[in-house]
T-cell receptor, first 110, second 112 residues
Framework: EDQVTQSPEALRLQEGESSSLNCSYT??????LFWYRQDPGKGPEFLFTLYSAGEEKEKERLKATLTKKESFLHITAPKPEDSATYLCAGSTGGGNKLTFGTGTQLKVEL | NAGVTQTPKFQVLKTGQSMTLQCAQD?????MYWYRQDPGMGLRLIYY???????DKGEVPNGYNVSRLNKREFSLRLESAAPSQTSVYFC???????????FGSGTQLSVL
């Protein structure tokens, strides 16, 4: 059974305090590892897709990395506007169905 | 650019009532999906449609039916709502060229 596990469940940071979110996966025949951002009351918004171990992608203060067993979302010098829930998902192809983790709720305080 | 549009945004039902959640996308995507999101459970796939005219069960299909009306529209029907179906429902479509899921803004459903 495909499984995606995210940790921690919640994270509170001070503005400028860098940290990382973890996503471990057991997905047979992984085609892609996805990161999404979700703000309260809204649908998830796409951030990154990673396809192979060693791949890295960056966007502003966010950098996503992928190994054979897990992915990390690194947040460098976060700002309050980075506060959101970050979702990780794995895709096995075949209908492009994504299996999601339960998310990490990030709060960045001044 | 509307993307994925869901209606309604909020709905309250009584146990046993029926309703249909509507979803439409204007990006010419082949594949469309219905997910539900519950606290501590993450997003779980209810049904999906890989292309117009086809539908398949996801992880949690019991109590739901779907219709792929045309390439743009994919509806989710609750025939006899139960309190366990209280959730936030998201429709999504898959962009075959940029290979990612695009989500609607969700429907918050409460079944009393």
């Amino acid at each position: 059974e495909d499984q995606v596990t995210q940790s921690p469940e919640a994270l509170r940071l001070q503005e400028g305090e860098s940290s990382s979110l973890n996503c471990s996966y057991t997905v047979s025949g992984l085609r892609g590892l996805f990161w999404y951002r979700q703000d309260p009351g809204k649908g998830p918004e796409f951030l990154f897709t990673l396809y192979s171990a060693g791949e890295e992608k960056e966007k502003e203060r966010l950098k996503a990395t992928l190994t054979k067993k897990e992915s990390f979302l690194h947040i460098t010098a976060p700002k309050p506007e980075d506060s959101a829930t970050y979702l990780c998902a794995g895709s096995t192809g075949g209908g492009n169905k994504l299996t999601f983790g339960t998310g990490t709720q990030l709060k960045v305080e001044l | 650019n509307a993307g994925v549009t869901q209606t309604p945004k909020f709905q309250v039902l009584k146990t046993g009532q029926s309703m249909t959640l509507q979803c439409a996308q204007d990006m010419n995507h082949n594949s469309m999906y219905w997910y539900r999101q519950d606290p501590g459970m993450g997003l779980r796939l209810i049904y999906y449609s890989a292309s117009e005219g086809t539908t398949d069960k996801g992880e949690v299909p019991n109590g739901y039916n779907v219709s792929r009306l045309n390439k743009r529209e994919f509806s989710l029907r609750l025939e006899s709502a139960a309190p366990s179906q209280t959730s936030v429902y998201f429709c999504a479509s898959w962009g075959q060229f940029n290979e990612k899921l695009f989500f609607g803004s969700g429907t918050q459903l409460s079944v009393l």
